[in-house]
């Protein structure tokens, strides 16, 4: 992967900042894109001793700062290899609680986002290309305890904008996959899974009995960027222990 250039969104924590390591480790150039930009421009600074890596205040369900965005990558590295779309929100409720606020929020992120950073990342893409985009087995899968309202249906139709994408771009020569992990500890869950009861009943819906770290969600990504993935276009990968086989 040495000398690619890769995108990042929601890249300052979590699955985002794993994947964004991952990438530099493998010899990726990478833009971290977020709207924590004191948090995406520490974890910059860290992977910059290895390899150009910048970050970028963006709020991906805006059309004016994903152009930004891609204007930054542009002037800085001239074009983009591989796309990472992993922003995203998580606004729980039960659905008569759901306000429409929250779904207009989570939809604008979650999938406007990946979609404007799409059709941005195209004209970046001259000669082909990767997207990834992270959506979750709450797009297949209902867990009836998260009360994911908005967050699920997002997800859902990041899977089916990952295969209209998919056909739609192939003739750029742009490969378009979506990865959907399953329960994954990181900074954000962690709090919540403190209780050891609520801890096993979820990792009781899990065949291989445990939660998945960042790092195998970014291990996906790397497996879609390189050549071992040329063939694949359309699909999403579950990385989830086995949780959506029943």
């Known amino acids: 992967m040495a000398g690619k250039v890769a995108l990042v969104t929601g890249g300052a924590q979590g699955i985002g900042k794993a994947i964004a390591e991952r990438l530099v480790d493998e010899g990726a150039e990478v833009v971290i894109a977020d709207v924590a930009l004191e948090r995406a421009s520490s974890v910059a600074r860290e992977l910059s001793i290895k390899r150009k890596t910048i970050a970028v205040r963006a709020d991906v369900s805006s059309s004016k700062d994903v152009k930004e965005l891609f204007s930054v990558v542009d002037r800085e590295f001239g074009r983009l290899d591989i796309l990472v779309n992993n922003a995203g929100i998580l606004l729980k409720g039960r659905f008569e609680e759901v306000t ?76 378009v996959n979506a990865i959907a992990p399953g329960v994954v500890r990181t900074e954000i869950s962690a709090g919540s899974m403190d209780d050891p009861a609520h801890l096993q009943e979820i ?26 993935a040329s063939y694949l276009t359309g699909s999403t990968i579950y990385v989830d222990g086995g949780w959506t086989t029943h």
Do not use: Q
């Open 100 to 175: 429409e606020e929250m779904w207009d929020r989570t939809m604008a992120v979650n999938l406007k986002g990946p979609f404007l950073c799409g059709k941005e990342a195209l004209r970046l893409m001259p000669k082909g290309g990767r997207i990834i985009n992270i959506t979750s087995i709450d797009g297949k899968v209902v867990y009836y305890h998260g009360h994911h309202v908005p967050y699920g249906v997002s997800k859902a139709g990041i899977i089916m904008l990952t295969k209209i994408m998919a056909v739609e771009l192939a003739s750029y020569g742009i490969n």
């Open 203 to 228: 990792t009781d819906e899990i065949p291989l009995g445990r939660l998945a770290s960042p790092e195998e969600i970014a291990g996906a990504v790397v497996f879609l960027s390189s050549k071992d």
